[in-house]
Each structure stands twice: as structure tokens, then as C-alpha cells.
């Protein structure tokens, strides 16, 4: 997981670098913004596959889907309300536009 | 976008399942990876150009923990209340909870305590990463920018951040890496601690 990690913020900071340097321009900003929209769509349809192609996926969804799924949406409503509550307070002083 | 998101998704679900051979699933290892790093550098691109944003977590400096710390505790409470429910024991409920999203590492840690449970912890985190892809975008969009981080547990830090970047902004992006970071670390811990309860 480290070596990810690493990766991960290694691959973040190089983008960061481009981009503060104003990487390819307004030209290029518009076409990047298809490919990442494209890139990201791929990306979750390869994700869908993963999940499709694992037996393991589809046998444990048939005999604990129920549980499974009251569990993970209890637990994903659960945090966004704990988030929603300390929000105002997490980016106070700071302006975010939403 | 929110329609493709849900699309792609589901499409790549049912293509898996009803056209493709299981023994591809190795393959799309490296597609992922690769994928994911090309978006990683698109989404720090996005970082970069928006000089102001490194200023703005610095004001926010260590507040930013109380995200990580309010999708932790939100997580264990929201699948121990579910576990009542279903007429389970708050350790077990808890520790599934507790995977955020990590399927791999959940499952595999709870195999020794029970298979059922380890096949549970499984299936309720990829569940969890499904609900993650899909609400982000509808998360952002009707409740806040902030909020559609919480969905993505663990995995803000790696498969669900350029669906954060992509459905927010450039700040968001950095405190969903943030996030996404403590609550892997947590994983391991949590599951651990909880379990024994």
C-alpha cells in the first residue's frame, strides 16, 4: 500500500507541476477535458467489469446482498451526515464556490 | 455526466458477467492501474492550475482530520445501527463497517474469524464502492462538494478521486486524497480493534 501511495501523490505532484506551469495551454484544455471525461468513463466501466467477471462477487451478492447492501448504505448515509455537520467548520475561512 | 457514470458502470457489471470469460479479471489489473494514473495526473493538472489551492487547505490546515475522522466514525456507527437492525452483533457489524470500502484487505482480515462473516465484509465494500461511483456526482451536485467525499471511504485516495475532481473542485480533490489516505491507514487498525470487542 505504500509503494501505491507514493506512487499516487508521485503522479498528483508531477500533474501539479504541468499544470502550475501552465501545461499545453488553453488549446489543450478544452481536448483534455474530453479525454479525461473518456478516461474516467473507462475507468468505471472497467471497474463494473472487475466486479462482473468476480464469481465471487455475484455468488456472495446472491446469498448476502440484502445485509450487504442495508450495511453499505447505512454506513455511506451515516458519514455524509457526520461530514454535512462539521463542514462549516472544516472550511471556515476559506471561500469555496457551492 | 451523472447518467454516463451510472452507465459505465453498470455496462461494465453486465459485460463482465454475461459476455466475458472470468479468467480476463487478471488482465484488468494493469488497465486499471494504468488508467488510474493517467487520471491521477489529469486531476493533479487541475490542481496546478488553480494556484490558490495550496493557500486554502493551508488555512484549513489541521481541520482537514476531522473529515477522515467523521467518515470513520460515521461509517462503524451507520453499519452498527444497520447490524441492529439485521439482528447483528455490534463487533461484526462494526468491523464490516469499518473495511470503508477496502473489500480486499476487510474480507481478508475477518477470514479467520468467520468465512460468512469475511465473505460479508466483502460483499458489503464493494457495495460500498458501487454506491460510492454512482452517488458522488448526485452528492455533490444536492448536498455539497464536501459530503460527496464521504461515500468514497478508502477509495478517495485512489479509484474514487477523479470522480471526486471531476464532480467538484480542485480543493475538494486534495482533502478527498487527504481522506482517502487516513482512512487506509485506519483499515487495518479498525477492523482489528473491532472485531475483538
Not at chain 1, 446469498?63 to 472544516?90: C, D, N, R
Not at chain 2, 485506519?186 to 472485531?195: E, G, N, R, T
Amino acid at each position: 500500500m505504500s509503494i501505491r501511495l507514493l506512487l499516487y501523490l508521485a503522479i498528483l505532484i508531477i500533474g501539479g507541476l504541468f499544470g502550475y506551469k501552465g501545461f499545453g495551454g488553453k488549446e489543450l484544455d478544452s481536448k483534455m477535458g474530453t479525454i479525461q471525461t473518456v478516461c474516467l468513463l473507462f475507468l468505471l466501466f472497467i471497474m463494473g467489469l472487475r466486479m462482473g467477471l468476480d464469481d465471487k462477487v455475484i455468488s456472495s451478492f446472491l446469498e448476502l446482498g440484502f445485509q450487504a447492501v442495508v450495511i453499505s448504505i447505512s454506513s455511506v448515509a451515516f458519514s455524509v451526515i457526520l461530514v454535512k455537520l462539521v463542514k462549516g467548520f472544516v472550511l471556515k475561512n476559506t471561500q469555496q464556490g457551492e | 455526466m451523472s447518467f454516463k457514470i451510472i452507465l459505465s458502470v453498470l455496462a461494465g457489471i453486465g459485460v463482465g458477467y454475461f459476455i466475458l470469460p472470468s479468467e480476463i479479471l487478471q488482465y484488468t489489473d494493469y488497465i486499471l492501474d494504468i488508467g488510474l494514473c493517467l487520471l491521477l495526473f489529469f486531476v493533479g493538472i487541475d490542481i496546478g492550475k488553480n494556484k490558490d489551492v495550496l493557500g486554502k487547505i493551508k488555512k484549513i490546515g489541521v481541520r482537514v482530520l476531522l473529515v477522515p475522522v467523521m467518515i470513520i466514525i460515521g461509517s462503524i456507527f451507520g453499519s452498527i445501527i444497520a447490524g441492529f437492525i439485521l439482528g447483528m452483533p455490534a463487533n461484526e457489524s462494526g468491523a464490516v463497517g469499518a473495511g470503508l470500502g477496502w473489500y480486499s484487505l476487510s474480507s481478508m482480515m475477518l477470514a479467520t474469524y468467520s468465512s460468512r462473516l469475511s465473505a460479508l465484509a466483502f460483499i458489503s465494500n464493494v457495495t460500498r464502492e458501487i454506491i460510492a461511483l454512482l452517488t458522488i456526482p448526485f452528492i455533490s451536485k444536492y448536498i455539497g462538494d464536501l459530503e460527496s467525499v464521504a461515500p468514497a471511504g478508502a477509495t478517495a485516495m485512489d479509484t474514487s478521486l477523479p470522480l471526486i475532481a471531476k464532480s467538484t473542485n480542485p480543493q475538494t480533490a486534495i482533502i478527498a486524497f487527504i481522506s482517502g489516505v487516513i482512512a487506509s491507514t485506519s483499515v487495518p487498525i479498525l477492523v482489528s480493534f473491532i472485531i475483538k470487542i
